[in-house]
């Protein structure tokens, strides 16, 4: 019985592999998604100098340099960036 069981549970694992796997050639070659799967948007997101995070603009601290804008994760990496310009001048 256990066999019996054990063998059911890998033939639905195969048979679930299988097709998956034939989905995925049909996506490809035809080049729309299946139907229940719909691409997300994507966001936005711009890096911090200093430390290399990436945030989203309306949740990071910006400063205006110039013309630029720089946007950061904490207000420790924009200290230590203000730091980092007032000892090069």
Known sequence: MARFILLLILVII???AFWRLVDGVVEGA?????????PQPSVHMVRDPVCGTFVVPERAIMLANGRDQLYFCSAGCRDRYQARRASLA
């Open 14 to 16: 195969v048979g679930r």
């Open 30 to 38: 035809t080049g729309r998604r299946p139907s229940g799967r719909t």
